[in-house]
């Protein structure tokens, strides 16, 4: 009793009545109805205007859900442009998608798993960022939600509990609930650039490598490397997705194979100062837990025209090397189905 | 637990409903609890550095206050100085002053084996270190009795609006509030808001806006040159005004919805005059701390010249090693204590020039000229403030103006990424225009500020203008807001 007077007493210093306390309940009342009134049209607005970015999203989900494939290729904007799906059968599936971290690839194999029998391999990106604390920032897992519902696997994996899971999936209906769509918002509406904003946080460049100048080349490469590569170059929490995905494939009966995507000659070359060699220790140390770990860095250098940008294949590149990748899978895929039984 | 999160947010607003539902005898509790909560949220080990801080500036003072002689009541400051300075070296100087002794001793031949080591910086611990400090000392003096209420003096070393960056309080203005009742305050309540709103969209919309570029820029400023170095120098100037000033208008906020006055921490300061105005505007709870115990303690200007001269050096090198660990922070403040120096050698000087080109007869113009002159050197010297070694901070300097006619031939091509200019801004061309936008919009709002006090007007005019206002900014900030950029810049000090 002796708090409840302090608190009406505190609110109240004048008078002390109870119809004073309660206009300004009333009044904070109305303004936080307003105030939500307002960000739920916003973010109904803004729900309006992303929903194709949803549905392409959802879209890699649906086509997946409609095939029965044996190799799923997981991983983030590298893979999502190197593999064109029109060149590749329906032996594989792309669950890639930009941005995309160890720990969504695992969320996703354990979605692709649980959903198809028939899935006996995983392709995964061993690039010299994969590891990196850039990619372990990438800690949004809205998109997560999307698809899986193993809440357990994602708070372990996100170090994060079920209460943000669930603001999370809140946030798929109302987005703006999350910070980051409202800087996309403000892109759309100021811009106009949808596309751009769609794709803000791993856009590719429609231009071709080769047609820029060589000071242009390096200062986009070491731009791009000092964004991915920034120290540490080895998080943590990234190797111990990796560890994860590997004893994820392991009890599920999955092989795992190992991809290291194709280059620009600058990135290769100017990546050497970013201190890679540790990258390349832990893919090494783990060598054998892979069915293959498939090197194409290289493959490229001396082609400039097959890529969009310093660490990304253009179209054509894509074309040429999806073939190469296919042949090299199927060739894994035929000695791989002995060692597995 | 940064103020822009979530997390405060919640935590703010329980913090405030318990507040003022609990009598006023429990209050210093909840807030201590709170302050110690918000604290751990971070790196909950160094909650004992904050203890031991609290508790070396405790009992040092009560010392002080019963000794009889001045000897002990010496002993005892020393005690607290040594033990808290002791603790800030340690934590924030040892790697530097090892790093820096490994390089002198290899320069001169000798070898130097001590391994290097790394810690991380406890956060806030300059500033709650300051604040200790000066309450022993203010006891030492007799300005302040010492604290007995162990609580009301942890409270004030780590009262959690402004323990991790500022204003740095003075016992003798923090101490005496948390005695007094404080009765929720319907006006008080929403200007306290107002003002963390405020704060809130100097750091996000603009600070963390224009971040992207500095950060681009000063990642690696080799790759820049010309007009690129200019806009990424000015933008840091833009930046850590509205990073620190933001936070300050949080935590001066939430201390006033709470019923607690904190001191003014920035007035206006890109409208000083001249370097000394500059330095009573800016971070004006570091600056007066520097006067009252290191400057006026040395003798301030009542000794020799050479010696005041020796003494404003002295204070200007300390402050800038205050901010950070490194040769970049030592030559920011050397670099502030040569204008100083050079405005008082100059002074004479100065007045002649303006009365022979007849400036002083246009006052406003003379004015204009003044602040344009005092913001263009402060702006240069936070090249060395920014940026990540003395040969960066040399290039920089020294780039400034490479190719200058290119981009007044090219300007069309800003914020397209264009070589030809400098290089990469890091912002789109829209970005670009929106955080010039929002600057104007800051800096007309500074100006009808100094003569009208907006907030006041906004929070007496009738609802139907008010709420508008009110929502306007509040999704105006969310909406052009920049998020995860940069954590708060003075968090690192």
Known sequence: MASRNSFISSFDPGSKSKRSVRRVWIRTGWFIVVFILIFGLLSTHYAMLVQNDQAAYLRIIDRFSESSPLVVILGDSHPLNAVDMQEIDETYALLAHGGDNLRQMVIKLDYAVSCKQSIKYAVIPLDYHSLAVYRERAGDFSRDLYYSSNYQLITSLYGTNYLNVIFHKLSLHVPLL????????????????????????????????????????????????????????????????????????????????????????????????????????????????????LDYREIFAESPGYFANTDHLSAEGAKVFTNILQKDLGSLLESGVESLK | ????????????????????????????????????????????????LLLTTTLISYVSALYIARSQDIFHRRVWLGISLAGNLGLLVVFKYAGFLNESAQKILEHIGLGYNLPGFSILLPIGISFYTFQALSYSMDVYRGVKEPEKHFGYFALYVSFFPQLVAGPIERSTRLLPQFYKTVQFDYLRFTLGLQLMLWGIFKKVAIADRLAVVVNHVYADPTQFHGITLIIATYAFAIQIYCDFSGYSDIAVGAAYVLGYDLM????????????RDFWQRWHISLSTWFRDYLYIPLGGGRVFRVRWYVNIMAV??????????????????????????????????????????????????????????????????????????????????????????????????????????????????????????????????????????????????????????????????????????????????
């Open chain 1, 178 to 293: 999350d910070a980051s769509n409202w800087e996309r918002y403000y892109l759309i509406l100021t811009a106009k650039m949808e596309n751009k904003a769609l794709a803000a946080s791993e856009a590719v460049t429609p231009e071709n490598w080769s047609l820029l100048n060589d000071q242009k080349r390096n200062i986009d490469t070491i731009a791009r490397l000092k964004g991915q590569l920034e120290p540490p170059i080895v998080s943590d929490e990234m190797v111990r997705a990796l560890e994860f995905m590997i004893s994820y494939c392991k009890n599920n009966k999955i092989a795992l194979i190992g991809v290291r995507y194709p280059v620009t000659a600058e990135y290769l070359e100017l990546a050497g100062a970013f201190g890679i060699e540790q990258v390349n220790d832990i893919y090494l140390e783990k060598a054998e837990v892979f069915l293959a770990i």
């Open chain 2, 1 to 48: 637990m940064s103020f822009i999160s979530l997390n405060f947010l919640i935590f703010f607003a329980v913090v405030v409903i318990l507040y003022f539902s609990l009598p006023h005898r429990f209050r210093w509790l909840l807030l201590l609890c709170a302050s110690y909560y918000f604290y751990m949220s971070a790196v909950p080990v160094y909650v004992f």
């Open chain 2, 264 to 275: 003014q921490n920035f007035r206006r300061p890109y409208f000083a005059t001249s370097i």
């Open chain 2, 316 to 493: 200007f090198i300390i402050s800038g090693l205050w901010h950070g660990a490194g040769f970049t922070f030592l030559a920011w403040g050397a670099l502030h204590g040569i204008y100083y120096l050079f405005s008082i050698w100059f002074k004479e000087m100065r007045r002649a020039f303006t009365e022979l080109i007849h400036l002083d007869a246009f006052p406003v113009l003379h004015k204009a000229v003044r602040i344009l002159i005092t913001f263009h050197m402060v702006t240069f010297a936070w090249i060395f403030f920014r940026a990540e070694s003395m040969s960066d901070a040399i290039y920089v300097a020294a780039n400034l103006f490479v190719d200058i006619d290119r981009f007044i031939f090219n300007i069309g091509k800003l914020g397209q990424g264009n070589a030809l200019i400098g290089g990469d801004l890091g912002l789109s061309k829209s970005d670009l225009l929106t955080a010039l936008m929002l600057i104007v919009v800051l800096f007309i709002t500074q100006i009808i500020q100094s003569k009208v006090n907006i907030r006041t007007a906004v929070a007496k005019s009738p609802i139907w203008l008010r709420w508008p206002a009110y929502y306007l900014l509040i999704f105006g900030t969310l909406l052009l807001g920049k998020y995860g950029i940069q954590e708060f810049i003075y968090f690192q000090f």
